[in-house]
C-alpha cells in the first residue's frame, strides 16, 4: 500500500491532490483483515506521502477489508457497493465532501493496480 501511495502522488492530476487537501489531510486506511493501518498525507500543495506511525491528527478513516480494496481495483467490486453493504466505512468525510474525494478513486486504484504489477509481475 505505500507503493500505490507513492504512485498516487506521482499518478493524480496535482489539482485533483489539491482538491482532496481541501477535505483531509490525514487519512487513515485500516486494513482490517491484514491488521495494517496506513495514513495517506496530503497538503494544501498536493504533495503525498505516507507512514506507518503517524501520530498527528486524522481527518478521516476508511476501514475494508484489503481483500476488498484489491476486488475494486480489478473490477470485481465497486467501492459505492461496497459501502452500502457495509465492507467499506468512512468516517470524517461529509456527504458533501465526497465529491471531492472522489476524484482521488480512479488514480489510486490504477495506482494500487501499478504496485501489484510492479511487485508480483503482470498477473495477479
Request: hydrophobic fraction near 40%.
Amino acid at each position: 500500500m505505500q507503493r500505490t501511495i507513492q504512485l498516487v502522488g506521482h499518478n493524480a492530476p496535482r489539482s485533483t491532490l489539491q482538491k482532496v487537501a481541501e477535505v483531509f489531510r490525514s487519512l487513515r486506511w485500516d486494513f482490517q483483515d491484514y491488521g495494517l493501518q496506513i495514513y495517506f498525507l496530503v497538503n494544501e500543495a498536493g504533495d503525498v506521502s505516507c507512514a506507518t506511525d503517524w501520530q498527528g491528527p486524522v481527518d478521516s478513516v476508511l476501514a475494508m477489508d484489503a481483500g476488498t480494496f484489491h476486488q475494486a481495483a480489478y473490477g470485481k467490486t465497486n467501492l459505492a457497493t461496497a459501502l452500502l453493504m457495509g465492507k467499506l466505512r468512512i468516517e470524517g468525510i461529509s456527504a458533501l465532501n465526497l465529491s471531492k474525494f472522489s476524484p482521488l478513486l480512479k488514480p489510486l486504484l490504477d495506482s494500487y493496480r501499478q504496485a501489484c504489477t510492479e511487485y508480483h509481475g503482470p498477473k495477479v
